[in-house]
């Protein structure tokens, strides 16, 4: 279906506002359950998620979450288990799934405020990573993880409430090899929520800075970057687009939110960090580096985009600058039900250019003779502690330390502490000259 295009508006609601207006159309209780509900939430892809080395910085985020959320959680699930309650041993089983799998092995968890699959949480974080091939030469078939977490939209309506989910966003942004994401508002359905997905879109449809991300996992592919070079049975992949190698996917972006996350590999196809800054130079409009990716803000808080508003304009403007990363034609985000409107191919394509104006015109499919520049390979330095940095600048931890974060001059030497209060092994990272 067509969507006509958004006129700009001088509303502009706040989060109290739009709770106060909207909550009670929102949120859909069934027998008795809460099974749509409004939150803040951020969905963070990322590569190479079969390796030990990632799945750490995976588990440092659960600990993470779990210092900072703690008190509000109370169930989950882990692999293929029920979703239940969740002791500290049921905790326990949840980081060793991640501290010992194997590549080749699949992790997937979720940890959150209810106990059932049935009700929708205020509180959440989920993550699946996808099994590697066995053989170095497939790897992880250029596959994408990702992370997802969710709080209560209520902590937009106060600033420091507000920080917590920005401080744990950049912690995840640098704990991952992030290759993108987006984050802002979305009516969040149950573990089991194939039956709400009527209601996902009739949200969406109407209020447009909802995401519609219950399928987030199969988005995933959205943004895997695959080439490949010779023939079955003898094939060897990668995850970059390799000169000369066959192109199996090429990884686009879904699109754009209050936060929209590109890691280097998009940022480069647009010319470099400081052309994509220069083209987003504007007071209202954030950017800043977090590890491998960028975080792009559009405006100081998360919209609803309620009908009064019209145009979210920020989002706009950001998506103008970033939508030749958009995949041109996306399936649908929903799956089939019948004699419902939900998001099919059509819904979806219509739903994803929300954000487009009459003079943009339709997005081309991007190829890999488009990129603008030939970006330099970016080395990426670790220590361990106690050693000698062997470069000067800024050098951060994923580990959950008093201080993540320390200014070195080449040759000073990390902190003996070899543990972080979750028992993880402590890496630090070079992030960026002094």
Not at 53 to 79: I, K, M, N, P, S
Not at 325 to 340: F, K, Q
């Amino acid at each position: 279906m067509s969507t006509p295009y958004p006129k700009r508006s001088g509303v502009v609601l706040s989060p109290l506002q739009g709770i106060a207006q909207y909550l009670d159309e929102l949120q859909f209780t069934d027998q008795g359950r809460v099974v749509v509900n409004p939150v803040l939430f951020a969905t963070i892809f990322f590569e190479r998620g079969a390796y030990p080395d990632v799945r750490q910085g995976v588990l440092a985020c659960l600990d993470a979450f779990e210092e900072r959320f703690g008190e509000h959680l109370h169930g989950g699930r882990v692999g293929g288990g029920k979703y239940t309650a969740k002791t500290a041993k049921g905790m326990q089983a949840m980081r060793k799934l991640l501290s010992d799998s194997k590549p080749y092995e699949g992790v997937e968890f979720v940890r959150s405020d209810v106990t059932d699959q049935y009700t929708a949480p205020d509180f959440m974080v989920e993550a699946y990573t996808p099994a590697a091939f066995v053989g170095d030469d497939l790897g992880d078939g250029g596959f994408v993880s990702y992370l997802k977490f969710v709080l209560p939209w209520s902590m937009a309506t106060d600033d420091k409430d507000l920080v917590q989910y920005h401080d744990f966003l950049r912690f995840v942004c640098q704990s991952l090899p992030v290759r993108g994401g987006y984050g802002g508002l979305t009516p969040v359905l149950p573990f089991d929520f194939d039956r709400y997905q009527p209601q996902e879109y009739a949200l969406a449809r109407r209020f447009t800075g909802l995401e519609m991300d219950c399928n987030a996992v199969f988005e995933a592919h959205t943004y895997r970057i695959q080439s490949i070079e010779g023939e079955e049975p003898k094939i060897i992949c990668y995850n970059e687009l390799k000169p000369g190698a066959k192109v199996t996917a090429v990884g686009h972006i879904k699109g754009v939110n209050w936060y929209t996350l590109l890691g280097d590999v998009f940022v480069d196809r647009l010319g470099g960090e400081a052309a994509l800054c220069q083209q987003l130079a504007r007071p209202d409009i954030g950017v800043e580096r977090q590890g491998q990716c960028l975080l792009i803000r559009a405006g100081d808080l998360p919209r609803l985009g309620a009908p009064e508003e019209g145009l979210i304009e920020p989002y706009a403007f950001v998506n103008r600058a970033v939508r030749s990363l958009r995949i041109p034609e996306h399936g649908g985000m929903h799956t089939y039900m019948e004699a419902v409107e939900r998001a099919d191919s059509d819904n979806t394509q219509a739903w994803i250019t929300r954000f487009d104006l009459p003079e943009d015109g339709p997005v081309r499919p991007w190829q890999p003779g488009d990129v603008v520049r030939q970006a330099p390979p970016r080395e990426t330095l670790s220590a361990q502690p106690g050693q000698a940095v062997p470069r000067a600048g800024v050098w951060q931890t994923p580990a959950i330390l008093e201080k993540r974060s320390l200014t070195l001059a080449a040759g000073e030497k990390l902190p003996f502490t070899a543990q972080d209060k979750g028992g993880n092994a402590v890496v630090w990272f070079w992030k960026a000259e002094k």
